[in-house]
């Protein structure tokens, strides 16, 4: 079988010969494009109402709220430069005329960390060291032979005396930033010059630091990286803030896909059970119920070995390493999804059994609007704030949720970047002396932050359109003032 | 009242039925035993003889729903549903494809995972209500904003962390407590104390911000207005008025995992080497020992649902509005 | 007479806006000063300030309150609470949720007895549930609040207020929630507790029947300020302000009656029952049945209206909602036009849809908040295909709106930009839009203030008259029936026991109920 856009696990386009390379778009490729789609489009619905605006624009107001929105922005950013793939065409090497490409895809965000890739050390080093972490049996210039810690093929190898070590980091890393600065205070400048006068209740103070701070760290982690490894290298040498980097797209993707299947399946259930009660109701509160028994980490774990099982007995069906990664990958948000849709479809079937009491869905019974109208109109979007927290909810605890089944052995595929993979890594990196803390550190970060964000934008989102929590906040007290 | 507990009863057959269909399909339809074989035997000895020997040790070589070769009730009743799944129903979990006998590895193991779940339960409940209640003692506060924000924090974090970090500073850095392991009898305090005091800071982010919306929720209540136009003081307030009525929400939502707690958690027994029914669990998923995994699943099943009906009682005991029927 | 409690110059605001604006009054021992006003007046927020018990959000800015010789404002918060339950005490407006549910009511009487005098007596507690009315009180002492119905909650309410024997009681719209004869019980106790134990009441309430009935002095409020205090007489023979006189007016004129003119009947209901089973044990059998509706035949001709009147509970509504087909019928039968309608399948009721309109209560649940106004009243016509042509439809969707009082640029504009009034014209022109022949009134008036309920009744007839609309008004307010109805039937436990053309039934009821019922509408008195 040929590179045919029938392939199971993946479309390629060859359009782009003469340039050189080729797009290959992995199945999550598509989904998550498709998603950012269907999200804009889902934002622009609900601009268009002025009451759900006036809601964001509360979300946006809070400082919060805004700094943790650029904050997911970037993720996603990130998530979406590496979900470009193409693959590289190959020098042609014989008279055939047939065109040949790299057999790994590479991505956007590969070209982006090109300063990290391609300079893998040996084995374990530490965040800016020049020497190896273990000791090495080196060849003295004399001739003898000596057990010392060599110095790194790449990391600081621009250096003449390692005396210079920590001055010249420091050095480079204040010319960076000074750099970087000039560019920010510019766009901050120009856009305090000219746009301010459609100010809109945004805190901008909050949006400028958040952003300029985004940006001045990811200048800084890329243009060190010409010289060091900012953030140390792992065992097979290979650069660690790399790694992490790429492992943002399975965690953002991890969080956006299962979140995917979760919602049709919860909305659809969740609103036929509370509206037309009966035996509708029965089945679908039936089938959650049995679901839910099932203890959720095992379900996963059954079906991601079924899963695995499916992938062995057909290797026929997967050529490419990141094709049978990328299979698992959206099997494993499937399984996430499809266990984990209960939880929304409970709050949708209760919420949508007090709308059907309210007196404007009476009413429209009383005009005969269809049921199809009433469930379109006047429930699902009364519902939709119920949706979007959970949806923002849910993203987090898929994140979380990754690290652990990783962990377990039943997580993405070992050969994808995640955070996930990092961790399991790091038993083995902290039981060693002395520890190798560097790896497991920098999952932490990147998961936390991403996490951390989406967490206190959701919280940010459930004060503004939960009508039971907005403004609890502030009540009682029973003091004058 | 008892009348509502055969029906609820009743209510959990067809669950279970359901549960046992979803875990028969998913693993001999989707799956056969041949792949399965395939998988457990690894590439390099398959050969038909191996493949069929390794289903017939583990009986897995019978039919699926129906048997041709036997007559009248047996064929019915020698085939791998009937064998492998109808049997579950009389916790009857057979073998394990390793061939131990899953019932007394259950029986054994979970007692420490008990010890360890019981404990992280009770007390990380006790710890999250205490917080909350001091939280909302100061709402609306500076205090209270900075106390939010430090709990989504420690929700955002996964578990796996408080795990690593736990072991890496109280066992291996300060030295405090062995690393992992476990001793039955009056010493487990030693290899239990770690694990239940990081179960209970893990829980501490989501716990302590759940239960202050709910107090938060009681505080705005129209009979906290009367007891404050009685003259009661703030404290007392918060004691006698808010703190019961917001239990009754948290003590009904938790009883459902009480009975799972037998489960232990995969996480915790594995990283510290309890051997409990989690890292029972987790051992076989890795070894994919299918027959302990059924098992569990379906056992799990069952607890939740003694869960659920515990729930429904226990709503009768602390809420005096509600009466079962 | 002592002065008991002194207002002066009492300012509150939130933020920079100014909800209560310099307000004074004093109370002495053993009057009940009412102070009257509508939604959003300031008045309960007065009351609160008085017992210090204001939301953080809000700011007293100005003005002292004094408590006999104390500055309440000075005192500390412990000084404070004992004040609070002990000199002041406090009854609310919702029975329902203002007692813990987790404690008994012995438990919360007696806790202010704890906290004030030290101990408490079961002795003490019985005897003042008996003093305000509980039957049994010896037993009732273990109950909960939700085994007690809301007029005994209330009773408890003010038992516990009036536990510590305090000078002052606050009652803060102390009948709303409460069905007419229980108001009547309630106020009656209110009036003998201050006569035996010469008890100042502050009354607050929007209700000028109750006011009449009950205060020696009166202050009106509107917009944070004091609009007029004066003595009873006084208030009610020469009100001194406009808007004083315009609640006045909203009141019933007791003489004034619809003449009753031979209609064609339009709707007729036969006998019909609403039931809801009960279920039971394991095999969940129908043990038993509510019978919202058990039993009811009425007619309502055309351009008349049938005021169907009941207390909570009585199945009154559900009665509307069954002519809707909105509930299931259990038994009878439903005429309308001379088509029976009950046993229609659901394709040939679209017919009637149209000719079948409701009003619903509450103006903020009746209106899907996503929708524009112009959605919401096109909705019907849309659905039931009324005018298809969309330039037509606009065009009397723009006649509509103007005829119900409301102007043309408000069509693109969202629910809750409008007031209560404003919504139920609103629900008004969504109703007549489809040009129906009858309008089920579900209590349109009742969440809505005295002021704005006349202009909303008054448009109704308006449309009565020149459409010739049939009515069927369900509501539990007898004072407003006089002017509105033709017919009244009268719904007690799911029957209607009885009815007959207004004059007559308001004038010389028959029915024991009935009689109670209009006993128990508060008015003014004859005698000033």
Redesign the interface.
């Known amino acids: 079988m040929s590179t045919s856009a029938m392939d199971v696990s993946s479309v390629d386009v060859s359009t782009m010969n003469e340039l050189g390379f080729r797009l290959h778009f992995l199945w999550s490729d598509i989904l998550i494009f498709l998603l950012a789609a269907s999200l804009i489009g889902f934002a622009i619905t609900l601009y268009r109402?002025?009451?759900?605006r006036a809601r964001w624009a509360q979300v946006f107001e809070s400082k919060?709220g805004v700094a943790a929105f650029m904050v997911i922005l970037f993720y996603v950013v990130v998530a979406l430069v590496d979900s470009v793939h193409f693959q590289i065409q190959l020098e042609q090497t014989s008279e055939s005329s047939e065109v040949h490409y790299a057999p790994e895809a590479k991505s956007l965000l590969d070209v982006v960390l090109a300063p990290m890739q391609g300079k893998d050390e040996k084995t374990y080093s530490a965040p800016f060291a020049i020497h190896s972490f273990a000791k090495a049996t080196v060849e003295l210039p004399d001739g003898g032979v000596a057990r010392e810690f060599p110095r790194l093929l790449h990391g600081g190898s621009h250096l003449e005396n390692e005396d210079e070590h920590l001055v010249d980091v420091m050095v480079k890393s204040l010319t960076i930033i000074g750099w970087a600065l000039i560019p920010c205070l510019i766009l901050i400048a120009l856009h305090h010059a000219f746009l301010r006068k459609s100010a809109s209740g945004l805190p901008w103070p909050v949006i400028y630091t958040t952003s300029a701070i985004i940006f001045l760290i990811a200048t800084w982690a890329l243009q060190m990286s010409e010289y060091y490894h900012v953030l140390g290298t792992d065992k097979v040498g290979q650069d660690v803030l790399c790694g992490a980097l790429k492992a943002i797209r399975t965690g953002v993707l991890i969080g956006t896909l299962a979140t995917l299947v979760t919602l049709p399946l919860a909305v659809l259930l969740g609103i036929s059970a509370g509206y037309f009660k009966g035996w509708v109701d029965d089945v679908v509160q039936?089938?959650y119920?049995?679901l839910?028994?099932?203890?959720g980490?095992?379900?996963i774990?059954?079906?991601v070995?079924?899963i695995?099982?499916?992938i062995?007995?057909h290797p026929e069906q997967f050529k490419l390493l990141s094709d049978r990664a990328d299979f698992k990958f959206i099997a494993l948000c499937f399984i996430l999804g499809m266990t984990s849709w209960t939880g929304l479809c409970r709050l949708l079937r209760a919420e949508t059994l007090k709308l059907s009491q309210?007196?404007?869905v009476?009413?429209?019974?009383?005009?005969?609007?269809?049921r199809w109208?009433v469930i379109t109109?006047?429930i699902l979007?009364?519902t939709t704030h119920l949706i979007l927290i959970a949806l923002v909810l849910d993203f987090?605890g898929f994140v979380?949720a990754e690290?652990?089944l990783s962990?377990?052995?039943?997580g993405v595929d070992p050969s994808m970047k995640s955070w996930g993979n990092m961790?399991n890594e790091?038993?083995a990196e902290?039981a060693r002396e002395p520890?190798v803390w560097w790896s497991?550190t920098a999952a932490?970060i990147l998961?936390?932050v991403l996490?951390?964000a989406?967490?206190?934008f959701s919280?940010r989102v459930r004060d503004a359109f939960d009508p039971?929590?907005s403004g609890?906040?502030?009540?009682?007290?029973?003091?004058?003032? | 009242m008892l009348a509502y507990i055969i029906r609820r009863l009743g209510y959990a057959i067809p669950i279970l039925i359901g549960v046992n269909l979803l875990t028969f399909a998913l693993f001999f339809v989707v799956n056969t035993p041949d792949q399965m074989a395939q998988v457990q035997l690894g590439d390099k000895h398959i050969t038909p003889e191996a493949v069929q020997e390794w289903k017939a040790q583990r009986g897995y070589d019978k039919p699926l729903l129906f048997n041709p070769d036997k007559s009248g009730l047996s064929s019915v009743t020698d085939t791998i549903f009937y064998e492998k799944s109808l049997r579950l129903f009389a916790l009857d979990f057979g073998k394990s494809d390793a061939g131990r006998s899953i019932a007394a590895d259950i029986e054994q193991r979970m007692w420490p995972s008990l010890a360890v779940a019981l404990p992280t339960f009770v007390i990380g409940i006790s710890v999250n209500i205490a917080f909350a209640l001091f939280i909302v003692m100061f709402r609306a506060s500076i205090f209270d904003t900075s106390a939010m924000i430090l709990c989504v924090a420690l929700m955002s974090i996964s578990g796996v962390f408080y795990v690593i970090a736990g072991q890496f500073f109280f066992a291996k850095e300060w030295n405090l407590v062995p690393i992992s392991g476990y001793l039955s009898g009056a010493d487990a305090w030693r290899f239990l104390i770690l694990p239940v005091i990081i179960g209970v800071i893990s829980g501490i982010g989501g716990g302590t911000r759940l239960y202050r919306t709910l107090f938060l929720e009681e505080a705005n209540k129209d009979y906290v207005r009367t007891a404050r136009a009685k003259g009661v003081p703030e404290l007392t307030v918060l004691f006698r008025h808010i703190l019961p009525n917001g239990l009754i929400p948290i003590l009904t939502s938790v009883v459902v995992v009480i009975p799972s707690l037998f489960m232990g958690s995969l996480l915790v027994e594995s990283f510290f080497g309890i051997p409990g029914l989690g890292s029972y669990t987790l051992d076989a998923i890795q070894s994919q020992d299918f027959a302990i995994v059924r098992s569990m699943v379906f056992l799990g099943s069952v607890l939740y649902i003694i869960g659920l009906l515990l729930t429904d009682i226990s709503y009768t005991l602390v809420d005096p509005r509600v009466r079962l029927s | 007479m002592s002065t008991l409690l002194k207002v002066d110059n009492l300012r509150i605001q939130a933020g920079s806006t100014h909800l209560v604006d310099g307000i004074s009054f004093e109370i002495s021992a053993g009057e009940v000063f009412a102070l009257v006003g509508e939604s959003g007046s300031g008045k309960s927020l007065s009351s609160l300030a008085i017992m210090r018990l204001l939301d953080d959000a809000l700011t007293i800015t100005g003005g002292d309150i004094w408590l006999g010789n104390d500055s309440l404002f000075a005192l500390t918060e412990t000084q404070m609470n004992g004040i609070r339950g002990s000199r002041i005490a406090m009854v609310f407006q919702e029975p329902q949720s203002s007692l813990n549910p987790v404690h008994s009511i012995g438990d919360q009487i007696g806790e202010v007895l704890k906290l004030h005098r030290g101990k408490a007596a079961n002795s003490d507690i019985i005897e003042l549930l008996a003093e305000v009315g509980i039957p049994e009180p010896e037993q009732r002492i273990a109950w909960y609040p939700h085994q007690l119905s809301g007029g005994q909650k209330q009773r408890v309410m003010i038992a516990m207020a009036l536990a510590c024997e305090p000078d002052l009681l606050i009652a803060d719209e102390p009948t709303t929630a409460l069905d007419v004869t229980i108001q009547k019980q309630i106020l009656e106790l209110m009036n003998e507790l201050r006569r035996t134990r010469d008890l100042g009441i502050l009354l607050i309430t929007h209700d000028m029947g109750v006011v009449a009935e009950m205060a020696d002095r009166i202050a009106v409020m509107r917009h944070g300020k004091i609009l007029e205090q004066a003595k009873r007489a006084e208030f009610f023979t020469n009100p001194q302000h406009e808007y004083s006189r315009q609640l006045i007016h909203a009141l019933p004129q007791p003489d004034d009656y619809l003449t009753r003119n031979e209609h064609a009947q339009l709707l007729k209901l036969e006998n019909i029952k609403v039931w809801f089973a009960h279920r039971k044990g394991v095999l969940q059998r129908i043990s038993g049945y509510t019978k919202a509706v058990d039993g009811i035949s009425l007619s309502i001709g055309r351009g008349e209206t049938l005021a169907l009147v009941g207390e909570s509970g009585s199945g009154k509504s559900t009665a509307g909602r069954a002519i809707l087909r909105l509930e299931d019928l259990s038994e009878g039968e439903i005429w309308f036009d001379g088509q029976r309608i009950d046993v229609m399948t659901q394709r040939a009721f679209n017919q009637y849809r149209k000719r079948v309109q409701v009003i619903f209560q509450d103006p903020f649940s009746s209106m899907n908040p996503r929708m524009t106004v112009r959605e919401i009243i096109e909705e019907g016509m849309i659905s039931l295909g009324l005018v298809d042509n969309a330039k037509e439809r606009e065009e009397k969707i723009k006649k509509l709106v103007l005829r119900v009082g409301l102007e043309v640029s408000h069509l693109d504009r969202f629910p809750h930009e409008f007031s209560g009034g404003q919504r139920q014209r609103i629900a008004i022109a969504r109703a007549i839009a489809v040009e129906p022949e009858l309008i089920i009134c579900d209590e349109p008036t009742s969440a809505l203030d005295v002021s704005i309920r006349g202009q909303v009744l008054k448009l109704l007839q308006e449309l009565q008259d020149e459409m010739g609309l049939s009515y069927l008004f369900i509501t539990h307010d007898l004072s407003i029936i006089p002017h509105l109805a033709h017919r009244v039937a009268v719904m007690r436990n799911g029957i209607i026991v009885e009815q007959g053309d207004t004059q007559t039934l308001m004038t010389t009821p028959e029915n024991e109920y009935t009689q109670q019922l209009l006993a128990a509408v508060p008015r003014i008195p004859e005698h000033i």
């Open positions: 109402s002025p009451l759900s919060i039936y089938i119920t049995t839910n028994s099932i203890p980490i095992l379900l774990a059954a079906s070995l079924l695995d099982v499916y062995e007995t309210l007196e404007y009476q009413a429209a019974h009383a005009f005969g609007v269809s109208r109109r006047h979007p009364n987090s979380l690290a652990v962990y377990i052995g039943v961790i790091a038993r902290l520890v497991v932490f998961m936390f996490v951390l989406a967490n206190l919280d039971r929590t609890s906040g502030k009540s009682d007290g029973g003091k004058v003032k």
